[in-house]
């Protein structure tokens, strides 16, 4: 059963005449009756009764009308939805990033929409470790890290560079400083990040190793329950400085330098070089290099 065959079906049905489905599909007469007896023959079935002049439809005829214009009307549909596709009228990228870097996808999204507006942008938060293994396995277009996983498959654009503060509330006696101490950081109660990351573990095994374990009396999964905790005079927390920037701008967090950890990162786009990007993930791409 051919598309060609339902659509000169419709045309006989539609207009109850040979004659008149040859006008309308551009067809010889004879064509259009070689695709009918096409399709009754595939079916097992007439289609139309021959005992009358007005193309009357059989009861397998209307059902089969049913079904051809319900299919030709998929049909349609797809086309349009490629065609919307292709004209980045839709899409989706999907992009990795744990919660502390989510912030830097704002402005690239943004700068997205400026354009295509209608393309939506998946970003779903996960552990560095999650996302290189879904670059690999292709659940995510992109991901966002701040470490090189040393992997030749994979291609990087900066995102720019952050460092790691120390978070206190405008009235604590630090809050004059530009800089902290390692040992003012170890004698204060810290507000931490429960889940597992690269900088986490190595500030933890930093202080540490100096035998100065940090004291961390609340441990919370999110970071805006982390900066009210620190806002409300709960302890401190060391967090990225760009995920705080509202709270900094806003004068309800100060931040000190941490020079001791020398931890300034570099954010990265990372993305596969063995996968083709879909229309809408290269223009997230294109969105990322003007941003």
Known sequence: ??????????????????????AVTYRTQSAVSQAIRR??????????????????????????????????????????????????????V??????ASMHVLVPIVARLQEHHPHVLVDAQRMTSRQIAASLADGSIDFGVLTFDPKQS?????????DELVLLVPP??????????????????????????????????????????????????????AIKHAVETGLGVAILPRRCAAAELSDGRLVALELPHLSMRRELRLTYSAK?????????????VKST
Do not use: C
């Open 1 to 22: 059963m051919e598309l060609d065959e339902l659509k000169v079906f419709l045309a006989v049905a539609d207009s109850r005449s040979f004659t008149k489905a040859a």
């Open 39 to 92: 399709l009754e023959e595939d079916l097992g079935e007439r289609l139309f009764d021959r005992s009358v002049k007005d193309g009357q439809l059989t009861e397998a005829g209307v059902l089969l009308s049913d079904y051809a214009r319900q299919v030709l009307t998929l049909v349609d549909r797809a086309a349009v939805a490629v065609r919307d596709l292709r004209d980045l009228k839709r899409g989706r």
């Open 94 to 99: 999907r992009v990795g990033s744990n919660e």
């Open 153 to 161: 498959d994979l291609r990087f654009v900066s995102l720019g560079r």
């Open 171 to 224: 009235a604590h006696p630090l809050a004059k400083r530009r800089v902290a101490a390692e040992h003012d950081v170890a004698e204060l109660p810290i507000v931490a990040h429960s889940d597992p990351s690269p900088a986490r573990s190595r500030v933890l095994s930093y202080f540490e190793g100096r035998q100065e374990p940090l004291d961390i009396r609340l441990s919370m999964s999110s970071l805006d």
């Open 275 to 287: 996968r083709d990007l879909s229309r809408a993930a290269a223009a997230f791409l294109e969105a």
